[in-house]
């Protein structure tokens, strides 16, 4: 068992490491911005999606599905716990409408769910547990910040899908695709 002055110590280093890697991030993007003369007007020409301006709104149906078909995983950053949430799906429901058609038609999610509580998961169980490097950060969301990404995703997806540049190999992060079915398609 850790002694609070080693458990101090390997948060400590956790979070040295996380940060000057994402630092890295932040200064690569940076740089890469900056050799692009005017970022704003910048567009890649093989892009030929028409851009999303509006989504759709988000129905009090639609919300009640996904609160019925998630499973009720709490964090400690949750303002409300999930199985409360989905105990009274009818009237959050309503709320999480409100709040997604609000945060849609602004283009603005609010700060209070941009808040995470992270933990470092081994990649590997061979790896050396005192490296930080052999660690990857796990995000865990608020309950209602994640309902909100899933009814975005709703209305982005098919967006993405439309574009006449979108791979159609790729499997990541679709619905019933995986590796197998990138296999198959190759062969």
């Known amino acids: 068992m850790r002694t609070n002055a080693e458990n101090r110590d390997l948060v ?3 979070s040295t490491f996380f940060v000057s890697k ?9 740089s890469k911005l900056a050799s692009i003369s005017n970022p704003i007007s910048f567009q890649d020409s ?28 709490s964090s400690s950053v949750d303002l409300v716990p999930s199985c409360l949430v989905k105990s009274c799906a009818t009237i959050f429901a309503e709320l999480i409408a409100e709040l997604a058609n609000h945060s849609f038609s602004n283009g603005c999610f609010p700060a209070c769910f941009k808040h995470a509580v992270i933990m470092p998961l081994l990649k590997k169980p061979t790896l050396d547990t005192s490296n930080p490097s052999s660690y990857r950060p796990i995000s865990n969301l608020d309950f ?5 990404e899933r009814l975005f995703l709703v209305r982005f997806q098919p ?7 979108f791979n159609h190999h ?15 398609s190759t062969l």
């Open 12 to 14: 400590n280093s956790f």
């Open 22 to 30: 994402i630092s890295g991030l932040k200064s690569a993007v940076s």
């Open 46 to 73: 093989s892009h030929t999606c028409p851009l999303l301006h509006t989504c759709q709104p988000v129905t009090i149906a639609e919300v009640l599905r996904i609160l019925h078909s998630v499973l009720s995983k």
């Open 144 to 148: 209602i910040s994640k309902i909100s």
């Open 159 to 165: 967006h993405i899908l439309a574009c006449s540049n």
């Open 170 to 184: 790729q499997s990541a992060y679709r619905l019933r695709h995986s590796t197998e079915t990138s296999l198959l």
